[in-house]
């Protein structure tokens, strides 16, 4: 665990708080480590739907995201950005481009609900990647276990139908957007659009609609303005079996 320090708010910043959240890329850091991370961060706060992070921005900063969830966007060519990953409470973003000798963001990053996350400046980023063996270490598995989603993401492309990976997904995003104080079978809402999850699918927005109105029919899942609720997980972990 790394515990650090946040404040509760980006604006007003007066009010403080220990928020504990086991960051998968802070593991393995020495207390001194730690302590560095915490002399340098940056806490700010967005709302849902404020941009975070704009695709092309020459930045360097890693983020960690101690609560709410990010959609991570990279923009098509004629068309709807294309929504490659959702970030929740533990996970970071902006690793590319603070590794990269460009320094540039390769994608957008919005966020999803209310969202904390902690900025580590590139300076100090960059100081800890040539102290820590750990943390290059830590790096190394975040990215090969990227690629390795990727592809894992076009294989079932390949090889599953559509409605079968649209349950999938969302079974995977209400598993993230479940709280601890979400009643058991209280439905998890996810704010996401069907353009958002026509690109976690890897499939067109048609086709999308077409498996949500299956699952619409089931009772298992239904609509509202700019999300998606599960109103069954259990029911929906069985559909998907």
Do not use: K
């Not at 004629?78 to 990953?85: D, I, N, S």
């Not at 276990?145 to 995003?173: D, K, M, N, Y």
């Not at 598993?175 to 104080?181: C, I, K």
């Not at 690109?199 to 089931?218: C, D, E, H, I």
Request: glycine share 8%; charged share 20%; proline share 5%.
């Amino acid at each position: 665990m790394v515990c650090i320090t946040a404040p509760t708010g980006e604006r007003s910043l007066d009010r403080v708080q220990m928020v504990t959240v086991d960051w998968v890329l802070l593991r393995g850091l020495t207390p001194s480590e730690q302590r560095e991370v915490h002399a340098g961060v940056i806490w700010r706060q967005y709302s849902a739907r404020d941009t975070v992070v704009h695709e092309g921005d020459p930045h360097t900063s890693v983020y960690l995201v101690a609560s709410g969830h990010v959609a991570v966007r990279v923009c098509a060519r004629g068309g709807p950005a294309l929504t490659l990953a959702v970030v929740g409470p533990g996970g970071s973003f902006g690793e590319v481009s603070a590794t990269s000798p460009r320094g540039f963001r390769t994608s957008e990053v919005v966020a999803l609900d209310p969202v904390r996350v902690g900025v580590v400046p590139g300076r100090v980023f960059d100081r800890l990647r040539h102290s820590s063996p750990a943390l290059n270490s830590t790096l190394a598995e975040i990215l090969a276990l990227r690629v390795q989603e990727l592809i894992t993401r076009f294989e079932q492309t390949l090889q599953e139908s559509v409605p079968r990976r649209t349950a999938r997904c969302l079974l995977e995003l209400a598993d993230s957007f479940t709280t601890p104080s979400l009643q058991a079978e209280a439905p998890v809402v996810i704010p996401l659009t069907q353009d958002d999850l026509a690109g976690l699918v890897g499939a067109t927005r048609a086709s999308v609609n077409q498996a949500l109105q299956t699952l619409y029919s089931t009772g298992l899942v239904r609509a509202g303005r700019g999300r998606i609720e599960v109103t069954d997980v259990r029911g929906l972990r069985r559909y998907t079996r």
